[in-house]
């Protein structure tokens, strides 16, 4: 018997019951690149925090476990004194919807890293793995060296992108 995969029978795939219980979130404004700005210095280096990110809270009147955790980031950065080595950018949905809240860091010549299963709770640790991995020339944290959120909430890296020959 041949088993056919339901994105060729069902008319469209939109109509499709959510697989996990969540689905990326398409309900998020749309947001000009221009919008999404670093709000915070002006480093190469940059920890990317999805605000629209519900971590299994329901609800329209709440304010997204995202954003709190993206705010609560912002917040600890602007306590911290000296210079600052990395910068902190919201971003809508990171296509890491069932394992959010989520973050990902990106830098030239560096490696990136997805990261899920973040919470409030998790906003010292990832300064500091965010500040060890902007110490770094190609984003490879010794494995020692990263907070254990970064070990155990890895979603995915991606290599840096190649140079022009
Ligand atoms: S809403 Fe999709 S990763 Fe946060």
Request: proline share 6%; no cysteine; charged share 45%.
């Given at each position: 018997m041949q088993v056919r995969s339901p994105l060729v029978w069902q008319p469209h795939f939109e109509r499709m019951p959510p697989l996990t219980g969540?689905?990326?979130?398409?309900?998020a404004p749309v947001v000009s690149i221009e919008d999404l700005k670093p709000d915070i210095g002006d480093a190469a280096v940059t920890l990317h925090v999805c605000v629209t990110c519900r971590a299994g809270e329901e609800g329209e009147d709440i304010v997204r476990p995202g954003r709190r955790l993206h705010d609560a980031l912002v917040e600890a950065l602007r306590r911290?004194?000296?210079?600052?080595?990395f910068r902190i950018v919201e971003v809508e949905c990171l296509s890491n919807c069932n394992r959010g809240c989520s973050a990902a860091l990106t830098g030239p010549g560096r490696w990136s890293y997805i990261y899920g299963?973040?919470?409030?709770?998790s906003v010292d640790d990832l300064l500091t793995g965010a500040a060890r991995y902007a110490a770094t020339a190609d984003g490879l944290v010794p494995w020692r060296e990263r907070p254990m959120i970064f070990r155990k909430g890895v979603i995915a890296r991606v290599p840096p992108s190649a140079t022009p020959v």
């Open positions: 969540y689905v990326m979130d398409r309900s911290e004194d000296g210079p600052r080595d299963d973040l919470n409030e709770s």
